[in-house]
């Protein structure tokens, strides 16, 4: 079982920047992928970007990509999310996802096991 608690949402201008974290508990952390969703109101969950267990591979949606960076740090079971160049169409509940799998990294939320709580960010005109 794998526990995820997201930070670091809050509300800021355009232009601006945010970094989101999320610490998973569970000593398999470092096997899993790690990604992150969004969820604005009335809309669906939707992808923003994933990376692996090694740190080999990155995948960003088009709508994020060049803005927001992911990283993780597997000794401090860590993932986390740079965004930059924050646009009000940002604004959204932030979620943390684990996949178990690890032969593929996937942008389809069904395929991921385990979800925080999420973090609201809030990205003002």
């Known amino acids: 079982q794998v526990q995820l608690v997201e930070s670091g949402g809050g509300l800021v201008q355009a232009g601006g920047s945010l970094r989101l974290s999320c610490e998973a508990s569970g000593r398999t952390f470092s096997t899993y992928a790690m990604a992150w969703f969004r969820q604005a109101p009335g809309k669906e969950r939707e992808f923003v970007a994933v990376?692996?267990?090694?740190?080999?591979?990155?995948y960003y949606a088009d709508s994020v990509k060049g803005r927001f960076t992911i990283s993780r740090d597997n000794a401090k079971n860590t993932v986390s999310l740079q965004m930059n160049s924050l646009e009000p169409e940002d604004t959204a509940v932030y979620f943390c996802?684990?996949?178990?799998?690890?032969?593929?990294?996937?942008?389809?939320?069904?395929?991921?096991?385990?979800w925080g709580q999420g973090t609201q960010v809030t990205v003002s005109s």
């Open positions: 990376i692996n267990w090694s740190s080999s591979r990155t």
């Open positions: 996802a684990a996949d178990r799998a690890t032969a593929v990294i996937t942008t389809t939320p069904e395929k991921y096991d385990y």
